[in-house]
């Protein structure tokens, strides 16, 4: 088989199992209400949950400062003062010592795992975690456990499994005669704080100690908590459920979803940013995100931090659950601006999603690689810009559409 015959063979099998994607063009700023190839189109597909996404302000001010590039990686002469400000707030925001940016949610996964795990070590990550978490992983080349979507006891199964094994041996060469070295082998538990294609939530407390009892190290990846959720103090899952720095010691959160920009960061000790600045590739060798966007961050980061658009997202998140409810509609359990529908067959989705389309709204149809095979569903994503007119008007037409035939 020649290369391009296998391109050719993937691309028509992924046409023929309807699982083909398209990318639309999108013609206006993110928001509520969009433009796509001409045709305006209620937006419940964006993860601009805040609606800061179209803050233009902040931006520009921060251009006329700064100009458009950052010139070079953090470690050479790109890391400014806008950098280290927004990494200082960024830290106090989840309340940890220090936080360092990286360019987006995926490096910095890479970077995390790839940089802290050896060979020798074992990693454990939920089943439903998203793909730059098991990316890593695999990277890593560390023993990598996927436990059942949040069943702690399956984790605590491998866990236990581990310790019971016996230490792990490595034979080097030394001044020309082989010797027996052990190896210490460590634990590393990685999840998802939201799950991004389900909208539920890790039982972080549970995880926390688990963690703590067998001496394993606990990474979250909050992309879809971070900046949404929280309590007075702090923002991110792990302070909306009680938790410290010291119960979660590796934080990772995103700029492009709750806070509308790009980029993301890494929060910690102080240790462990110093080791992934000295030690993450991904961190070393990346230009720094522009000093413009780093200020922009930190002055949407201030208008996160009052809550008040927290408040109308929560609100509109109630009331499309109660609605939903009320009309018998197969919405996934979530208490997130993600509310999936499931669907289970993949062309229905698609159609579901098509026949929306035309009547002015975009909501994606998600199918197999992204979802278990038989779990094709619509993602819902509700934000802090949606009004109680929207949210009824979507709940009425997909009513209307399943009704016609395209139910489940």
Known sequence: MSWQQRIHQAVQQRKADNLWRQRINVGSPQSARILVDGQPLLNFSSNDYLGLAQQTEPLIDAAKAWGMGSGASHLVCGHSSAHQQLEQALAESVGYPRALLFSNGYMANLAVLQTLLRRQDHLY????NHASLIDGGLISSAKMHRYRHNDGAHLLHFLKQHQKSAPESLVTASSGSLNEQTVSSLSLVATDAVFSMDGDQAN?????TIC???????????????AVLGNSAHTGSHAKQGLTAEQVPIYMGTLG????????????????IEYLIQFARPYIYTTAIPAALASAMQT????????????????????????????ALNIMPSSTAIQPLLIGDDAKAVAISQQLKQQGILVTAIRPPTVAKGSARLRITLTANHTEK??????????SILESGYGV
């Open 257 to 272: 979803k709750g806070l509308g920009g790009y980029g993301a960061f890494i929060a910690g000790s102080e240790e462990l």
């Open 390 to 399: 929207d949210i009824d008007f979507l709940l009425t037409s997909l009513v």
């Open 300 to 327: 949407n980061l201030e208008v996160v931090m009052t809550g008040k658009r927290q408040a109308l997202l929560a609100s509109n998140i109630d009331y499309f659950r109660q609605q939903a409810q009320h009309l």
């Open 212 to 226: 703590q009892q067998h001496q394993a190290l606990l990474m979250i990846d909050d992309a879809h908590g971070f």
């Open 204 to 208: 972080l407390a549970d995880l926390a």
């Open 125 to 128: 990550q939920d089943k439903l």
